[in-house]
């Protein structure tokens, strides 16, 4: 589809993935990622933004190879990974890296920070001592950490300061994608802006794709090219960041964009706040029809009933909801902008589903 006719390579795709957890025999079946297709253009910023439970994370796992899907598929650069042996997967790995919320968890409490940044390098075998640690600390300088800190151990140094050495962890191994998952949920509010710097600023530097995971629509909108919203393992709406925020055409992400209406001020104070109402559903039972369909504030008889399939409703926005023509015509009447005729919409419609 329109993602592959891009002259730009793909650093990395989904197709059809699924991923599944537990036993259908004893009815525990969850299916956390419930076919999900993209694509990311090399050198983007893919944000994908949900609640907590919708998929973010384990689709964020089986992108990186760390998870193995029950069906479909990732591409790496139009390569399946999931063919090579164990072997050559770890070696394809370390290219597509993955850092996440909690960088205690990514240290040994025993370990100096230089140690443990060196540590990649070590399981890898690659280069002397002295060549690991000099490049450990050209890494602990990008991402601006003293190289005092280098000698500390996890617990001398600051949350910030530990996702920072973390990061230079992962940089390590010249990776060409990192998938960032909540990197900076678990940081101080005051903290966050200086860390999402940080992440543009090296995705110039090292020429890096990022998949940016966040349940946070102020973080994801802040640093993404393009944006997918997840609901439920599903992607019910994805496209350009700009226009999916100025104008969702997904009632999900509609409710999502409500809350933060600061995000855009233009045409916020028209905008009243949507209170998304009833129970989030189960994940091993989740609700027939469109899935959405027990808290949506838009909801009709069919949506009970039929799963809205997804469509492209202008170039590289894509949305699954029965009634998202009609979202787009309110929006236009309401003079926002959902990225009709827009040309950089459609450069930037490098994420289409394939
Ligand atoms: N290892 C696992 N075993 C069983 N269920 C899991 C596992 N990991 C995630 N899940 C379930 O999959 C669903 C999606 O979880 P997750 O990917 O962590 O979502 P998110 O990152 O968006 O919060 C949840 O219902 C969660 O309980
Ligand atoms: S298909 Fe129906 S229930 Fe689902 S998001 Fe659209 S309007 Fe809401
Ligand atoms: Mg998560």
């Keep these: ?31 956390a990622v419930d076919g999900v297709s993209f ?68 240290f040994d409490p025993r370990m100096t920070i230089l140690q443990s940044v060196c540590e990649p390098l070590n399981i890898a075998g690659e280069g002397t001592r002295a060549e690991r640690r000099e490049k450990a600390f050209e890494m602990l300088d990008r ?7 280098a000698n500390r151990y996890p617990h001398e140094i600051s949350g910030g300061q530990k996702q920072r050495a973390n990061i230079a962890r992962a940089l390590m191994l010249d990776p060409n994608v990192i998938v ?21 600023r090296l995705q110039e530097q090292f020429g890096l794709t990022y998949v940016f995971i966040s349940h946070d629509l102020r973080v994801v909108s802040h640093i993404s090219d393009c944006v997918a919203v997840m609901y439920f393992g599903k992607i019910v709406e994805v496209g350009p960041a700009h226009a999916v925020m100025e104008a969702p055409l997904h009632p999900y992400t509609e409710a999502l964009r409500s809350a933060e ?7 916020a104070d028209a905008r009243s706040r949507i209170i998304l109402q009833g129970e989030i559903p189960s994940a091993v039972s989740p609700p027939g029809g469109c899935r959405f369909h027990t808290r949506c504030p ?19 926005r894509h949305v699954a909801c029965h009634f998202a023509e009609e979202m787009l015509v309110e929006q ?13 919409d459609m450069a930037s419609a490098t994420q289409a589903l394939t």
């Design 39 to 106: 694509s990311v253009r090399k050198g983007e910023i893919f944000g994908v933004i949900g609640e907590s439970g919708s998929g973010k994370s384990t689709l964020g796992r089986c992108l990186v190879g760390l998870l193995t899907p029950s069906g479909g598929g990732v591409r790496h650069g139009g390569i399946d990974p999931f063919r090579f042996s164990r072997r050559e997967l770890n070696r394809h790995r370390r290219k597509y890296q993955i850092v996440s919320q909690d960088p205690n968890a990514a």
């Design 298 to 316: 838009r909801v009709r008889d069919v949506c009970r009933i039929q799963e809205p399939q997804q469509r492209e409703l202008l170039p590289g």
């Design 332 to 344: 236009e009447r309401k003079g926002l902008s959902a990225g009709r005729n827009r040309v950089q």
């Design 1 to 31: 589809m329109s993602g592959s006719a891009s002259p730009v390579p793909m650093a990395l795709q989904a197709e059809d993935l699924h991923v599944s957890f537990g036993n259908a025999r004893r009815g525990s079946l969850i299916r």
């Design 261 to 267: 209406p600061e995000i855009t001020p233009a045409g």
């Design 180 to 200: 960032c998952d909540e990197v900076v949920a678990a940081l101080d509010v005051s903290i966050q802006a200086d860390m999402l710097n940080l992440f543009a």
């Design 143 to 149: 991402v601006a950490l003293s190289p005092e800190m």
